[in-house]
């Protein structure tokens, strides 16, 4: 059982201002909590519906500070989403992390405003083995709801970090291949030589990459437009993510 | 300005049975009416702010048989989203239509229920050039507001049809390649010979491809996993959709 504080507190976490305040986010859902639990991340409270705490009883030991369990209404309370799936997590949110794969494909997202958006690509990185994601800092956050959820758990496998994108590119060495998805005037994702090291920027749907960014990038490409009349105007940022790091894996 | 009446008609549209009833689908926001009105769609009625109608006067003469300025009030009533903007469109749903482009690649979905994932796929397909969409019975209405929003358009630039699948396929020449995404055991996408002329099917992320359907491929295909320890459980349907696509058509 919850108290009314207990409510409004948890509750209060749907909001980034609140989030970042006690330093926490909410995990949702009987998947998603199952690779919470799977994962180093500290885990605050579990509240979570009699069924699910039987059923996990042995799991959760020692693994949770609180563990509560709750009726529907009380989960209804304090869940992001309309129909609640029998259990919900305050885990706490670890520091920001270095970027830990320099060597390797680094994918950098400017000004994704989407949280699924973000949530896809970050579950994009976790099946293509990419360590790190670069946010810019008007990038949605990591810790939304709907990007959690559309994660499917992948959030507690990739180094997703925030970022000045421009002085972060500013500063790589001169000759690191910094490639960008440009509409006109990329080279074809399918006939270009693509490198095993290097940083992918993806640009927001509706702004494409910033201007202060277009300039960095040494590496231009584009996925060719097969539509009649070339009338389709653009993919999804997600769907344009998962075909080029697809075109950078499938090179081995 | 907009009678009770039709507030409660309109905003009964969000349902897919009144929908069906009627035969009318509702179109919202700036950028996807501008694509309805370059298309051959029959219009019924447009209810949209002073000035997008002053902006689009001309466009607009002959177009709708109604049109109706509601202020912002009226428009939020009859929305399907919490910031709408600018125009509504009733628009008359048109017959279904035979697949065209059965010499050519051919979208199969089998059981696709989150509407966000069928306008992506939709979308994909036009960029791609891809003409025809077939659902089966079971997937989401290509007419669901969230569905629409997603296509961004292209709804009207792809022959989308629901069929009885597993009928539909066993209709077909014997030899005709039926490509199935199947976790395992399917043939690596990036070495597959694959052929200009085919159905691509498509599952349900939960369900995967029905148990009915998985018998009739005759081509299993399957996007390699990278991730550390394979621990990626799987990929957005939409996204897998759109790396096979894209290795389909890079190959000419």
Redesign the interface.
Known sequence: MLSKAQIKRISSYKESKYRNQDKVFVVEGVKVVNELLNSSYEIETICALKQWLDDNSKRINNKANNIIEVNEDELKKISSFSTPNQVLAVVKTPLPREVVSKDKLVIALDQINDP?NLG?II??A????IEDIICSENTVDQYNPKTIQ?T???LF?VNVSYHNLKSYLQNLPEDYPIYGTIVENGENI?EKQVQKQGIIIIGSESHGISDEIIPLINNPIT??????NQ??????A??AT??IV??F??RG
């Open positions: 699924g896809t579950r994009i976790h099946w293509f083995g559309s499917m758990g992948s496998r399918y996925i060719p437009n097969f539509s009649i009338r389709a105007e653009s993919l999804n997600s769907i998962g075909i697809s075109e894996k499938r």
